[in-house]
């Protein structure tokens, strides 16, 4: 017996549709799943505890990290309704809603400074926004906003955990903000538009006062603070070995950067933790 001819077999075989809105979307961005999990564990780290609030608002960073991607892709549409984009987008929102204000509920409402967490997380987020809007989402600016918000799960991870928010919480917000913006910097240098090091050399210049000022002003402890030095080397090792960075596969890239994180997540963990740990 005769088989049928290819494009009947083709045309018998459905295709699957890989827009179809019941299919899951998830953020492609791997080194902000770094950034989110270094953060936050620093923050409960600094806690020295963690607890199923600290779990609860862990599921609540994610979402919100990942219900930001389908719906800066449908702003990206401009006009087009993209139903796929609306129901994950929807759906992540929801998830990240409901546990925020269960925590916010947990620790008072009106007066729990979560808000604070809370209002500078969805003003970047309109930031991030109206820059997709504009097709400006990859300049340097926007993306400092948006790395220094998805820092903020260090002190949301310490505020869930101890009930309380204190100023050198603040210092180690802003140590995660300048460790990871400085992969911002050495990232263009891949790029042939943006392949000067000036601007990294500017930034982890005013980084590292910044940093030392933290210290100076105890609001970051002077071990904690030496963390940021891994940036500074990464950077130095970047600039030593830059042809071999500009040119490698950008896998390699992905393990140095995830490598700095993690030595910086143990060099902060232990500058935290207590000096003896229980018998």
Known sequence: MQSPPLELNQAATPKRNPQAWYRPIFSPEHGVYVM???????GAT??????????????CAFSGFQAEHPWMLQIKQRSSFKPRFWVWGGLYSWVA??????????????SSPLWVIYLSAFAAFGIDGI??????QKSVANELITFAAVCLSAPF???????????QVGGLWALNALFFSSAIFTVKLRKSKTHSAMPGGVFHAIATLLILALAYFRLLDPLTACAFGVALVKFGFILWQRDWYCTTKIQRVALLETSMALLFLVIVALSLLPAHLPA
């Open 157 to 167: 991870a310490y505020l869930v955990t101890t009930g309380n928010l204190v100023p």
């Open 46 to 59: 600094a806690a020295q505890a963690w607890s199923w609030a600290t779990t609860l608002a862990l599921l």
């Open 131 to 136: 820059a997709v809007f504009r097709r400006g």
């Open 36 to 42: 989110l999990l270094v953060s936050f564990v620093t």
């Open 97 to 110: 809603a409901s546990l925020a204000l269960y925590l916010l509920w947990q620790q008072g409402f009106w």
